[in-house]
T-cell receptor
Framework: AQKVTQAQTEISVVEKEDVTLDCVYE???????LFWYKQPPSGELVFLIR??????QNEISGRYSWNFQKSTSSFNFTITASQVVDSAVYFC??????????????FGKGTRLSVIA | KAGVTQTPRYLIKTRGQQVTLSCSPI?????VSWYQQTPGQGLQFLFE???????NKGNFPGRFSGRQFSNSRSEMNVSTLELGDSALYLC????????????FGSGTQLSVL
């Protein structure tokens, strides 16, 4: 069975600080996909990134960066120079390919990030 | 391009009633999935529909059901509502399935009294 663990329930930082959100996943499938979504107070989840299990390249998008390490089953997300607008709940999620096809997206419990001005 | 639209935005029902929630996906998207979000359990998968067929179902009782129409619009129904069904119900659409980027609606906040 698939599982995603986000050990940090809440994080509070001061604006301009860097912050890393941790994500550890479990799966026996060799083909899988990892995601990060952001949920602002409006409630709608917003896609941030998708990574497949064969692509361990780290990615940077503006102030956001992601570190994928299969050796530790982790897919961590770093926000550099955080801003108040980054305040939201962030979810890590996992989907796999098994013999029956795509499996549903499994979400972690989420990390609530508060950025204080 | 219009996003995923969920109606209604808020709903208040009493125990024992039934409710129907609606989701209109992004044009061209054939996969629609539903999630229940509660403070205690987090985001839990309900079901996924693709081209009018249920492709996956989560671990929820039979009171939870859904369907998808030929235009990809989807509805979910909860019968005999219980207090524990109070949650934010989120719908997401994508071109082909849950292994790709999902576009979420703003959700329907259901309160069962």
């Amino acid at each position: 069975a698939q599982k995603v663990t986000q050990a940090q329930t809440e994080i509070s930082v001061v604006e301009k600080e860097d912050v890393t959100l941790d994500c550890v996943y479990e799966t026996r499938d060799t083909t899988y996909y990892l995601f990060w979504y952001k949920q602002p107070p409006s409630g709608e989840l917003v896609f941030l990134i998708r990574r497949n299990s064969f692509d361990e390249q780290n990615e940077i998008s503006g102030r956001y960066s992601w570190n994928f390490q299969k050796s530790t089953s982790s897919f961590n997300f770093t926000i550099t120079a955080s801003q108040v607008v980054d305040s939201a709940v962030y979810f890590c999620a996992l989907s796999t390919n098994d013999p029956s096809g795509n499996t549903p997206l499994v979400f972690g419990k989420g990390t609530r990030l508060s950025v204080i001005a | 391009k219009a996003g995923v639209t969920q109606t209604p935005r808020y709903l208040i029902k009493t125990r024992g009633q039934q409710v129907t929630l609606s989701c209109s996906p992004i044009s061209g998207h054939r996969s629609v999935s539903w999630y229940q979000q509660t403070p205690g359990q987090g985001l839990q998968f309900l079901f996924e529909y693709f081209s009018e067929t249920q492709r996956n179902k989560g671990n929820f009782p039979g009171r939870f059901s859904g369907r998808q129409f030929s235009n990809s619009r989807s509805e979910m129904n909860v019968s005999t509502l219980e207090l524990g069904d109070s949650a934010l119900y989120l719908c997401a659409s994508s071109l082909t399935g849950t292994n790709e980027k999902l576009f979420f609606g703003s959700g329907t906040q259901l309160s069962v009294l």
